[in-house]
């Protein structure tokens, strides 16, 4: 087929409304920007033209386009030389290079130059408009990427998900990039780290946004009511059933599901969530009847699921299953750039909720806490941050108003000048019951997340609590 052959049919059916995409066409003879601006037009592209290197690139000054298809051989600068500063002006630019004059040395110059493609002519108009299809295509498909990163960082980063650090860079990157799929998602990190931002974030950038995210907190049930909360019951099901209820999958569906602490479920358990990931069915607890749901997975974990499949606490399959994409999420210690950013963040927050004006943190203060571990992570900071603007009495926060352990002293500090009579015992005793106590007020007073902290059973925290003569106060709820 000739050049100048039109192809006369109706535009093609793009899935979901996405236009077809903009061309500019920079070409010194009337003929072949007329033919290609028909070919172009009638397939439903937004088509501009320009018989010079000079209005292509007055006309890209105006406005970007998915596609310019550029003559190599125009009048005063070359294609070659309008290519260059088409690049120079946008890396990313997808040029496709036409030319009467098809060689081998022109072709590998003008993809050294930055071209996606090298058509002769004449060309076939079919595979001219494969070739524009599939280049638009990737554009908008990368520009969409970019979109949604900056969608992203514009709604998390200056809100709940802080942080300039390459790892976190990387992380928004990634969530970016899963965000609009189906895939089941695994999120890994300490306590604190913010796996339930992260998912959230998957969750209102997908195409499910508009549906519900629903969190369940899997570590913190019993098996029997874990099971009656995921997939629902039948009255009568089991002693207090006095009447059906339906499980958090069915409020799911369509939405997102996010299971927390997912290494605490118990094997038979894991076996149903297991069969929900496979064939999207279950059954309500006591009832006969599949339901069907079409739900997306999204699970956290602050344990090493690999380690508790050697160990068989874990189905190997689930873990496979949940698997498809990992995100791991640094402690804050492995990115202490951002802890200034997040400060600023918290203070504006707490000053903002305790009707404050915004304090700020004295340079004798800052070091301290960027130099601190901080085990209990962003959560920890939050705590402290938040502790600090409470208390705060004007506008700036000195040391004063940070906790012992930020500032470097030990759970032992003050006992030899206060009890100077005592015991190795009586002071490992009293350095013990200041430890865990510490970590007991970290976590909000939640035991299992201090045991974890610790790495120690929850039994063995509970002796300790008893023994010490631990006075347990009412768990704070943190989101």
């Known amino acids: 087929m000739s ?3 039109v192809i006369s049919r109706p535009p093609l059916n793009h899935a979901e409304g996405r236009a077809p995409g903009s061309v500019l066409i920079i070409d010194d003879e009337a003929a072949i ?3 290609l601006e028909r070919l172009l037009e009638i397939e439903g592209f937004q088509v501009e033209v320009a018989a010079s290197g000079e209005q292509g690139l007055a006309r890209l000054g105006s406005r970007p386009f998915d ?11 070359t294609g070659l030389d309008v290519l260059r500063e088409i690049r120079e002006r946008d890396s990313q630019a997808a040029v496709i290079m036409i030319t009467a004059y098809g060689t081998v040395e022109n072709a590998v110059n003008a993809m050294q130059a930055g071209a996606v493609n090298f058509i002769q002519k004449p060309w076939d108009n079919e595979k001219l408009l494969a070739d524009i299809r599939a280049v638009v295509a990737r554009r ?4 969409e990427v970019v979109q949604l990163k900056r969608a992203l960082k514009e709604r998390y980063n200056f809100e709940n998900i802080i942080g300039k650090s390459d790892s976190m860079l990387r992380i928004f990157d990634l969530v970016a990039q899963v965000a609009p799929s189906r895939s089941t998602v695994l999120v890994q990190g300490e306590s604190g780290t913010g796996k339930e931002l992260i998912a959230k974030a998957i969750h209102m950038n997908s195409p499910r946004k508009d549906r519900s995210f629903v969190p369940v907190n899997t570590g913190s049930m019993p098996p029997d009511l874990l099971e009656s909360t995921l997939f629902g019951h039948v009255k009568g099901a089991f002693t207090s059933a006095i009447a059906s209820k339906k499980g958090l999958f069915e ?5 997102t599901i996010f299971l927390d602490e997912i290494g605490s479920m118990s094997l038979d358990t894991q076996s149903k969530i297991l069969r929900v990931l496979q064939d999207r069915k279950f059954m309500h607890l006591g009832g006969v009847q599949e339901i069907q749901v079409d739900v997306r997975v999204i699970a956290a974990t602050n344990v090493d699921l690999k380690q508790m499949v050697a160990e068989g606490r874990f189905r190997e399959d689930l873990f496979y299953r949940l698997n498809v994409i990992t995100v791991d999420l640094p402690p804050l210690r492995a990115r202490r750039e951002d802890i200034p950013l997040l400060i600023e963040h918290f203070l504006r927050q707490f000053a903002r909720e305790n009707d404050k004006p915004q304090p700020v943190i004295a340079p004798e203060a800052l070091r301290p806490l960027v130099d601190y571990p901080w085990p209990g992570n962003v959560r920890e900071l939050e705590n402290v941050i938040e502790r600090a603007v409470v208390l705060s009495s004007g506008l700036n926060i000195g040391i004063e108003l940070l906790p012992d352990e930020v500032l470097g002293r030990g759970a032992s500090a003050g006992l030899w000048e206060t009890r100077p009579d005592a015991s190795l015992f009586d002071i490992m005793h009293d350095c013990e019951r200041r430890i865990v106590t510490d970590m007991l007020e970290k976590t909000s007073w939640n035991q299992t997340e201090a045991a974890e902290r610790f790495h120690i059973p929850l039994s063995t ?3 300790k609590i008893k023994r010490l003569s631990i006075e347990i106060r009412k768990k704070r709820g943190l989101e």
Not at 140 to 143: H, L, R, Y
Not at 251 to 255: E, K, S
């Open 3 to 5: 050049e100048s052959a």
């Open 33 to 35: 920007r007329e033919s």
């Open 67 to 77: 596609l310019v298809l550029l003559d190599l051989a125009l009048p005063g600068r």
């Open 140 to 143: 908008q498909a990368e520009e």
């Open 251 to 255: 409020v799911a569906d369509r939405g």
């Open 461 to 463: 925290l509970n002796q």
